[in-house]
T-cell receptor, first 115, second 114 residues
């Protein structure tokens, strides 16, 4: 089983749809992250969870709603998105948020297209 | 404010050439961590190396080497005798001690041609 999995890998949705992205990590990590990757831009950190508690929300619009039911699963619920939200959404995990030198393990991402 | 700059958007080399990817960072903090990640076409970023701000020792791992210089706020990455499999997007990242924030550069796309 690969370390961090994401489903679906590709998603096309209309602006009025509601969909969810799922991330699962099999590494026993306690911290999980959502990133947005747009073409030729730096990765944008969206949300951070540590032991299921949200510790960071980088001014992300409310049309993106995260959920972390346990340390292994992370969801990103999407509703009434805009075309500019089209991007690659990456999930990552690390051992413990308090250990600053921990590397992150990334999933393959969900390629989202908003029409 | 924190920032990571990777000025090289895209680099193309021929196999067996050496190539250096530049990374310049900005922070006023004295304790921080620097990372390099590789993103192959499959999508997931793969961790390559980390450095903390107190460890300026350069590192070599096979064909990869890293040059960390606090005086110029740079953390450059060199691939010696590049191979086609090195083709990917490479990201440099900064994390501050005690903060839940990660700052990534915009990435450098490396194309290694046979």
């Amino acid at each position: 089983e690969t370390g961090v999995t994401q489903t679906p890998r590709h998603l096309v949705m209309g602006m009025t749809n509601k969909k969810s992205l799922k991330c699962e990590q099999h590494l026993g990590h306690n911290a999980m992250y959502w990133y947005k990757q747009s073409a030729k831009k730096p990765l944008e950190l969206m949300f951070v969870y540590n032991f299921k508690e949200q510790t960071e929300n980088n001014s992300v619009p409310s049309r993106f709603s995260p959920e972390c039911p346990n340390s292994s699963h992370l969801f990103l619920h999407l509703h009434t998105l805009q075309p500019e939200d089209s991007a690659l959404y990456l999930c990552a995990s690390s051992q413990d948020l308090k250990r600053g030198n921990d590397e992150q393990y990334f999933g393959p991402g969900t390629r989202l297209t908003v029409t | 404010a924190q920032k990571v700059t990777q000025a090289q958007t895209e680099i193309s080399v021929v196999e067996k050439e050496d190539v250096t990817l530049d990374c310049v960072y900005e922070t006023r903090d004295t304790t921080y961590y620097l990372f390099w990640y590789k993103q192959p076409p499959s999508g997931e970023l793969v961790f390559l190396i980390r450095r903390n701000s107190f460890d300026e020792q350069n590192e070599i791992s096979g064909r990869y080497s890293w040059n960390f210089q606090k005086s110029t706020s740079s953390f450059n990455f060199t691939i010696t005798a590049s191979q086609v499999v090195d083709s990917a997007v490479y990201f440099c990242a900064l994390r501050l001690y005690n903060f839940n924030k990660f700052y990534f550069g915009s990435g450098t796309k490396l194309n290694v041609k046979p």
